[in-house]
T-cell receptor, first 114, second 112 residues
Framework: EPEVTQTPSHQVTQMGQEVILRCVPI?????FYWYRQILGQKVEFLVS????????KSEIFDDQFSVERPDGSNFTLKIRSTKLEDSAMYFC????????????FGPGTRLTVL | ELKVEQNPLFLSMQEGKNYTIYCNYS?????LYWYRQDPGKSLESLFV?????AVKQEGRLMASLDTKARLSTLHITAAVHDLSATYFC????????????FGKGTKLTVNP
């Protein structure tokens, strides 16, 4: 069964460093998302992406964040200068039908900022 | 702003017992989802509820949706230890928004 994959599974970085989290969505899906979950808290929407542009973003997704689909298979989330409070689990999701369909979540990347 | 409230947030129950988790949301929605999350793991989709009165069952779990009351329930029948996990409901906003708004989750512990 097709699934969303994410790499790395765990990333440790120093405060102020840039990180790139990678996702491979399900191959025929056109809508892509990032969510985050701070430890012990609820899952929060960050951004949605369709047709090579951001379609919606939350107030969390500030100028330190960016997303990109650098090729036909990968979808990345970049955090330019990480802060301690960026430590969280980051989930990528994809959907075939966007607003009209279900989102399928990847296994997550645990980001630890020291 | 869409708000999603789950209760209880923590639930400890004995094996063999029944219980219900509630999910209330504040505005009209197209779809309601229930997810299971084991510690340190991703979100496993359990149910997608699309219309008023929808009821879905899988094993010991049954989910229902009342769009008029803006309420969904996840009923657990004859709980077993393997059901121990955190359960989230999530709602998407009607009108083409793609973001899912999650509740805070219900951490379920089933004791032998």
């Amino acid at each position: 069964e097709p699934e969303v994959t994410q790499t790395p599974s765990h990333q440790v970085t120093q405060m102020g460093q840039e990180v790139i989290l990678r996702c491979v969505p399900i191959s025929n899906h056109l809508y892509f998302y990032w969510y985050r979950q701070i430890l012990g808290q609820k899952v929060e929407f960050l951004v949605s992406f369709y047709n090579n542009e951001i379609s919606e973003k939350s107030e969390i997704f500030d100028d330190q964040f960016s997303v990109e689909r650098p090729d036909g298979s990968n979808f990345t989330l970049k955090i330019r200068s990480t802060k301690l409070e960026d430590s969280a689990m980051y989930f990528c999701a994809s959907s075939e039908y966007g607003p009209w369909g279900e989102q399928f979540f990847g296994p997550g990347t645990r980001l630890t900022v020291l | 702003e869409l708000k999603v409230e789950q209760n209880p947030l923590f639930l400890s129950m004995q094996e063999g017992k029944n219980y219900t988790i509630y999910c209330n949301y504040s505005t009209t929605s197209d779809r309601l989802y229930w997810y299971r999350q084991d510690p340190g793991k991703s979100l496993e989709s359990l149910f997608v509820l699309l219309s008023n009165g929808a009821v879905k069952q899988e094993g010991r779990l049954m989910a229902s949706l009342d769009t008029k009351a803006r309420l969904s329930t996840l009923h657990i029948t004859a709980a077993v230890h393997d059901l121990s996990a955190t359960y989230f409901c999530a709602v998407d906003i009607q009108g083409g928004s793609e973001k899912l708004v999650f509740g805070k989750g219900t951490k379920l512990t089933v004791n032998p």
